[in-house]
């Protein structure tokens, strides 16, 4: 008899984008308050959990120049092993990384949350969205916005959600190549730390901006060049701190022929917006297998 291979159990590690980014304000403690709008997409990274019970974490594949004590997915989950059914539960974790790091859609919070989603129901912890976002917050300010997974208003930290439903449009998403650091945007003192604080209902994308944007293409020209050869084409804006950039379409068709004449260097992927993001959808179709066994 052939050997069977079983094909993992992917679970979606959906991008963001931030469709704005206000500062509101900085905090003594350091944090700064935000207003945001988080679109969420149906692109992204997947990870899948071999359950083991040797009480273990790992990764089947460490990403290169990142100690676990520094990845967000073996942190995540090593902070939920304690409400684990299981005194002796642990994992082997695969990832298949397509978003860049450092590029502002979110690629690392959302690995922290697909991983506490996705355990908090392979290791039976029982624990609802709005304990798993608080363990979430502990990790990243914008892990709890992929552990709800739904497109929303976010304020304070990032932790005050609201969902809100938005059309669902077609984003060309284009990385300069480069890295940028969040905590150097952040800190840099140049940065807008005043913009009045906004009624959701009042809200219109034309009336908003990312309030990080003027300092990263001021310090990084190659962002600055990737946002006037996107705007002659179709509303462009930076995402959260950088570097990526998106440009906002209807139609899926002008986004790729967009994508098609981007100039060599730029790497890009067209994605849609979702209301609802494929790891809430994933966890859905769990459960509803679990209920009918």
């Given amino acids: 008899m052939a050997n069977t291979v079983t094909s993992p159990d992917w679970w979606p590690s959906p991008a963001k984008l931030n469709l704005f980014l206000h500062i ?36 089947r594949d460490p990403l290169p120049g990142v ?8 942190r995540a989950a090593n902070m939920l092993k304690p409400h684990a059914k299981s005194e002796s539960a642990g994992a082997v974790i695969t990832l298949e990384k397509v978003l860049p790091m450092g590029g502002g859609i979110g690629g690392g919070s959302s690995n922290a949350a697909t991983t506490l989603v996705a355990l908090n129901h392979l290791w039976n912890c029982g624990l609802s969205d709005g304990e798993l976002a608080d363990l979430g917050l502990k990790l990243g300010a914008d892990v709890p916005i992929f552990v709800y997974g739904e497109t929303a208003f976010a304020q304070g930290v990032g932790e005050d959600i609201t969902p809100c439903g938005q059309p669902e449009n077609w984003y060309l998403v284009v990385n300069p190549g480069i890295h940028i650091s969040t905590a150097e945007v952040f800190s840099a003192p140049e940065l807008p730390r005043d913009t009045p604080a906004m009624n959701w209902d009042d809200y219109q994308y034309e009336q908003t901006r990312n309030d990080c944007q003027e300092i990263v293409c001021n310090r990084y020209p190659e962002v600055a060049k990737l946002l006037q050869w996107l705007v002659h084409y179709a509303p462009s804006r930076m995402t959260g701190t950088g570097a990526c950039v998106f440009a906002t379409f209807t139609d899926q068709n002008l986004a790729r022929q967009v994508q098609a004449m981007l100039p060599a260097p730029w790497q890009s992927f067209v994605a849609k917006g979702v209301n609802q993001s494929p790891l809430k959808q994933k966890l859905q179709e769990v459960n509803a297998t679990s209920d009918t066994k």
Wanted: glycine share 6%; proline share 2%.
């Fill in 24 to 59: 509101l304000g900085k905090q003594a403690n350091g944090y700064h308050q935000l207003q945001s709008l988080f679109q969420m997409l149906d692109h992204g990274d997947r990870l899948a959990f071999d359950i083991t019970s040797d009480n273990a974490v790992s990764m």
């Fill in 67 to 74: 100690p676990d004590s520094d990845n967000l997915i073996i």
